[in-house]
């Protein structure tokens, strides 16, 4: 073996096994997300374009209250904790403590409330469809809202608010 060969071999194993001398907070600190979509983004507006790809990219972005889990059960997402009306008009929702958004500013109340209603005054009109059966977005706290529902025959409605997408207010 001449010692160039052994140098090559050396600079390999140290190269190969380099990895594991970091550790590992280290690389729970990065994280990239690489997504193939299935044709082109024509546009970044989630609010009033009707392709899926664009709503796809959107939830790629945007947060929700609950999320489905790998056996299609809502889990709190953006919720810490809430509650359903015995009438079942009512739903509360408090914010997890300590939300923030890609700039560093907080998850606020107001940023739910105005979701809902730009969704449903200048969203795709499946919006306005989706979200007609609430009457009201209120805030009751710090970290607290509450919808009314203005019927209780749609029962997907408590589901149908927790997957709202949340925007930014800012």
Known sequence: MHLRDLLAAGSAAALLFAPLAISTPALAQTKTIKAVMHSDLKVLDTIWTTANIVRNHGYMVWDTLFAMDEKLQPQPQMVDAWSLSDDKLTYTFTLRDGLKWHDGKPV????????????????????????????????????????????????????????????PKH
Do not use: C, H, M, W
């Not at 919006?127 to 007609?132: E, G, H, I, K, V």
């Not at 977005?137 to 409605?157: D, Y």
């Open 108 to 167: 606020t109340v107001e940023d739910v409330i105005f979701s809902l209603e730009t969704l449903r005054e200048k969203g795709q009109p499946f919006f306005r469809f989706y979200y007609r059966d609430v009457s009201k977005a209120e805030k009751v706290g710090e970290r607290k809202v509450k919808f009314t529902f203005g019927q209780t025959e749609n029962r997907e409605l408590p589901l149908i608010i927790a997957q709202l997408p949340i925007l």
